[in-house]
């Protein structure tokens, strides 16, 4: 079975630094690994994924994620924080092949606050 | 870029009340999905939804539970009788071919309270 962890619940970092938002996975196949982020009153909308391939993924608004096999770990960065960062940012993974699922496991989630 | 809708945006219930939440996946997609998140929890699948039948559902998906595409626009999530457990963030997705990598399109939300 897949599942995901991360670490830290609430991250507060200064505009202007480094974002680093862990995430470390668990599957018996290999992943793809998503990271989606919920702005206040909206949806879940996805930032970035890997899914094969180079395992330095870049995605929207800045954000990147590297794929680490031997860590099991999918970290979110953005190397100079912004105030529009301030969101929940949740990584997922799901899988496909023997034992297939057609949903998105989720982590729990971590709040970013952005200090001016 | 296309956007799945969820009406309402909040809704209050009493225990042992039908509810009914509505989705308007996006136009072209055949594949939908219900996840839910409890406060301070996980985001949990519920279920997907393919061709007019559950593909898979989670065990929070019990008899209480069911989904239907009353009019190839909608996409429903009805709870018979609510629980207070079932107080959550209710999400409604949607995706163009169901394949493990591809991108999900998320609603807003639905946020339930339960009395």
């Known amino acids: 079975a897949q599942s995901v962890t991360q670490l830290g619940s609430h991250v507060s970092v200064s505009e202007g630094a480094l974002v680093l938002l862990r995430c470390n996975y668990s599957s018996s196949v290999p992943p793809y690994l998503f990271w989606y982020v919920q702005y206040p009153n909206q949806g879940l909308q996805l930032l970035l994924k890997?899914?094969?391939?180079?395992?330095l993924v870049k995605g929207i608004n800045g954000f990147e994620a590297e794929f680490k096999k031997s860590e099991t770990s999918f970290h979110l960065t953005k190397p100079s924080a912004h105030m529009s960062d301030a969101a929940e940012y949740f990584c997922?993974?799901?899988?496909?092949?023997?034992?297939?699922?057609?949903?998105?496991?989720f982590g729990t989630g971590t709040l970013l606050a952005v200090q001016p | 870029e296309p956007e799945v809708t969820q009406t309402p945006s909040h809704q209050v219930t009493q225990m042992g009340q039908e509810v009914i939440l509505r989705c308007v996946p996006i136009?072209?997609?055949?594949?939908f999905y219900w996840y839910r998140q409890i406060l301070g929890q996980k985001v949990e699948f519920l279920v997907s939804f393919y061709n007019n039948e559950i593909s898979e559902k989670s065990e929070i998906f019990d008899d209480q539970f069911s989904v239907e595409r009353p009019d190839g626009s909608n996409f429903t999530l009805k709870i018979r009788s609510t629980k207070l457990e079932d107080s959550a963030m209710y999400f409604c997705?949607?995706?163009?071919?169901?394949?493990?990598?591809?991108?999900?399109?998320f609603g807003s939300g639905t946020q339930l309270s339960v009395l």
């Open positions: 136009s072209n997609h055949l594949y």
């Open positions: 997922a993974v799901r899988t496909e092949g023997d034992g297939a699922t057609n949903k998105l496991i």
């Open positions: 997705a949607s995706s163009a071919t169901g394949v493990a990598n591809e991108k999900l399109f």
């Open positions: 890997y899914t094969t391939g180079a395992t």
